[in-house]
Structures are given as C-alpha cells and as structure tokens.
C-alpha cells in the first residue's frame, strides 16, 4: 500500500493550501484516513480524518478553517486549508487504515508534505 501526498508549499498568514492523498496498491477495503502533522521539537497531532462512510473529525485548532474529503473511486483525501496561520507550519502527513480479513487492520503512512505559513 502506498500513499502519496502532494500539495504542501509556502503561503502567507490567510492564505490557503490543498493537499491531496492518493491511496493505491490495496486490494482491501480502505477505512479511515487521516493527515497529521507534525511541528519541529512537537509530537505528531491528528488534524483530521474521514471514514469510508464519510465521517470526519478534526482537532479544535482547526475546526472552521480545515475542511476535509474523499473522493472514493480514486482512494484520494483532500485537505482544504483556509485562513491558515503561522502555527499551521508543520510537516503534513497522510495515513490509511487498511482492513483485512478477520478484523485485522494496518495503518499506513505516505511520506510528508510541507506546509509552511509566513506571517
């Protein structure tokens, strides 16, 4: 299984960014995927998630501002960023949860994307 994420870059305080997540590789039913990000000298923090039922949860931080979805014929999670902020800045990274047989699942992780916001 295989993730890749794309869209990061550089952006003012305001401004907006988009980062997809195109999931590929599985032959098994893919549940929720998330991005999370990861700030230098800061844990890695969920920042959203969508369930194949499309459901979504996101962290307060960003409630309001950060907008997630999935297009499921293509395995692809975006991430609207609004109104970002300069302690959006952060290394974005996508996972998948796999569901294989017997009730047994397994995350995978994509390689991250870059955000960062200038202020």
């Known amino acids: 299984v295989q993730l890749q994420a794309s869209g990061g870059g550089l952006v003012q305080a305001g401004g907006s960014l988009r980062l997809s997540c195109a999931v590929s590789?599985?032959?098994?039913?893919?549940?929720?995927i998330g991005w999370h990000r990861q700030a230098p000298g800061e844990q890695r923090e969920l920042v959203a998630a969508?369930?194949?039922?499309?459901?979504?949860n996101y962290a307060d931080s960003v409630k309001g501002r950060f907008t997630i979805s999935r297009d499921s014929a293509k395995n692809t999670v975006y991430l609207q960023m609004n109104s970002l902020k300069p302690e959006d800045t952060a290394v974005y990274y996508c996972?998948?949860?796999?569901?294989?047989?017997?009730?047994?699942?397994?995350?995978?992780w994509g390689q991250g994307t870059l955000v960062t916001v200038s202020s």
């Open positions: 590789g599985s032959t098994f039913s893919i549940n929720t």
């Open positions: 969508i369930s194949s039922s499309g459901s979504t």
């Open positions: 996972n998948a949860e796999v569901m294989y047989n017997l009730g047994r699942r397994q995350y995978y």
